[in-house]
Structure formats: C-alpha cells, structure tokens
C-alpha cells in the first residue's frame, strides 16, 4: 500500500510541476505558449484519427471455399515509418499479452462477387440432307480449368449452366428441343464449351 501512495505522489508532484511550467510560460512568453497548445492539439487530433483507405487488393482463394478474397489496405498516424523497410515494424505501447495473435483474420469467406454472364452466342443450324435442325450453344469460360466445374441442365425449352462463384448463364431457348439428345464438349485450350440438341 505504501508503495502505491508514493507511486501516486510522484506522479502527482511531476502534474503539478507540469502545471507551473506552463503558467509561467503563459506569463513570460505568451506566444511560445499558444505555440505548443497548438501544436499538442494538432497532435492529439492526428492520433486520434481513425485509419485511411488507400487501396484495395483483389485475389483468389482456392480453399476452404474458392472464391474472391478484397483486401483493404489502410494507412495509420499511429503506426510509425520504419527505419528499415526491409524490417518489420515492431508492436507499440501497451497490451502486449497478444503480441503472438494472427495479424491477418478472415472476415467472412463466404462473401463472394456475383457470377459473371459469360460471352456466349446461340445458333441455329439446318441440315439440307434431312431437313433436321439443331441448335448450337457456345459459351467462353476462360476462368474454368475443367468440364467438372461446370453444372449444365438442359429442358426442351432453357438451358442453364453455373460454375459456382464465377459463371451464371440461363437462356431461354428460340425452339422446343429434344434435350435426350443434347452432347456437350469443352475445348481446354480455347476454354470453350459447345452444346448441341436437336430441334422437335
């Protein structure tokens, strides 16, 4: 107990020797005064401050969930210039107890950017031997590594096709087709699915 009163005193004696340097500071030289308020004002407000957005960083995360992944990169009054930068910047003052923590924390994973419609083009073709007609669909997956990432379902009068979190493409078709008989191929080099039905 005894320490903590002296502890308490000290910190008492150099307040109010703080206090007396600055009245007769506001007595013998007002202007040096006015000087440091305002300066100990101006850098209060600049600690105070809350960070900046500077940038925003895109990129892709291929697991627990492939998805797109915004990084917001901030800058802060209260985070100091390194001297080296090739250094890391060292933890400031106070409660270091959690100095160890993951600077990074995933925010929420699950927010993804809405599906793209893809370039595609739809057309009809004739073959003047039977007169049989079939519908061709085309579609530029340039993000798609694989026919597996992609669900594609087929009615006698739509066609849908998704590739989860990059591709969303629903059409409604110009003729009713026989969707038995639709065949699907992707072309990995030109990343480029084809569908072909036949026409009732």
């Known amino acids: 107990m005894s320490s903590s009163l002296g502890c308490t005193k000290e910190v008492l004696q150099q307040v109010n020797q703080f206090w007396s340097m600055l009245d007769d500071l506001s007595q013998n030289d007002p202007q040096?005064?006015?000087?440091?308020?305002?300066?100990?004002?101006?850098?209060?407000?600049?600690?105070?401050?809350?960070?900046?957005p500077d940038s925003c960083l895109l990129t892709e995360m291929?697991?627990?969930?492939?998805?797109?992944l915004y990084i917001n990169v901030c800058g802060w009054k209260r985070v100091p210039t390194p001297a080296d930068e090739n250094k890391p910047l060292t933890p400031g003052p106070g409660d270091q107890s959690n100095k160890t923590k993951n600077?990074?924390?995933?925010?929420?994973?699950?927010?993804?950017?809405?599906p793209?419609?893809?370039?595609?083009?739809?057309?009809?073709?004739?073959?003047?031997?039977?007169?049989?007609?079939?519908?061709k669909l085309t579609v530029e997956l340039p993000k798609v590594q694989s026919i597996t990432e992609c669900h594609l379902s087929i009615s006698q009068d739509d066609?849908?096709?998704?590739?989860?979190?990059?591709?969303?493409?629903?059409?409604?078709l110009p003729e009713t087709v026989n969707?038995?008989?639709?065949?699907?191929?992707?072309?990995?080099?030109?990343r480029l699915l084809t569908l072909q039905?036949?026409?009732?």
């Open 32 to 52: 040096s005064y006015q000087m440091f308020i305002e300066k100990q004002m101006k850098q209060g407000t600049d600690y105070n401050e809350p960070p900046q």
């Open 62 to 68: 291929l697991e627990p969930k492939k998805g797109l």
């Open 103 to 114: 600077l990074i924390q995933v925010i929420s994973s699950s927010v993804t950017a809405e």
């Open 116 to 135: 793209q419609r893809p370039e595609h083009q739809l057309t009809v073709n004739s073959d003047p031997r039977d007169l049989s007609r079939s519908l």
């Open 159 to 172: 066609v849908l096709l998704e590739v989860e979190d990059m591709y969303h493409l629903h059409l409604e």
């Open 179 to 190: 969707e038995e008989s639709a065949s699907a191929t992707f072309n990995k080099k030109k």
């Open 197 to 200: 039905v036949s026409i009732l």
